[in-house]
């Protein structure tokens, strides 16, 4: 584990060094990250003292031919759940794929990129996992209205060196049955993720949208949704989700 001061991105530090060697199993901490990036793009900016900016390297070596690299980044998701209850005693949920919700607001994203330049090498795969945690964000400070702190949750400040840990140990307990145990995977991620049972709108590729209830994930990290429109249930593997109230 490397502990650095300041840097750009996590993950892009660990995708370059990467490139040209295994570096499977390191892990990369920032006090504060200047450039660091979420899903789509979308930019995480972190003060110093207030985040847990965290990265690590996953060996993925086998798991494209089980079709299981799609659950790099969901499994992510419950084993921060996991570490957030077992530090702070906080109840989160997972909206899909893998933002961590408190009270339906966000508190931790997840990024997960693959290593090109091992892959194109031929020596292996690697994915690096970047963790972004809102740890002691003032609620003045906070960047988006939906969007919320462990400490204004649990009203206390919160150990982030014990929380990088218990995420670093709960990863391995999920690892430990991927790619293998797909069913057991997609058992823990259905009994943490808020998204079920939940009316969603996705924004889909193709600027298409999808109204409809959330009903399960499947064995592959798909979201099944019916639309309200009716007809079949829809799977989908990559969209952006956005909780509805209920139809009154």
Known sequence: ???????????????????????????????????????QGRRWESVPGTHLAMSMVVDAHGAAAAGALGWIPLLTGVAVVSAITEVTGVSSRVKWPNDVLVGGLKVSGILAELAHGLQDSGVGRSVVV????????????????????????????????????????????????WPHDLGALAEDYRAVCGTLGTRVRVDLPQSQVLVGTATDVDETGRIVVIPESGGAAIAINAGDVTHLRPLA
Do not use: F, K
């Open 1 to 39: 584990m490397e502990v650095v001061d300041r840097t750009g991105s996590t993950n892009a530090d660990l995708v370059a060094r990467c490139s040209d060697r295994d570096c499977v199993g390191a892990v990369l901490i920032a006090e504060e990250q200047v450039d660091g990036r979420g899903r």
């Open 130 to 177: 970047g963790v972004g945690v809102n740890t002691g964000l003032a609620a003045d400070a906070l960047p988006v209205p939906t969007a919320t702190s462990l400490n204004l949750v649990t009203g206390t400040s919160v150990d982030r060196s014990r929380l990088a840990g218990a995420i670093l140990a709960s990863m391995a307990r999920e690892l430990s049955r």
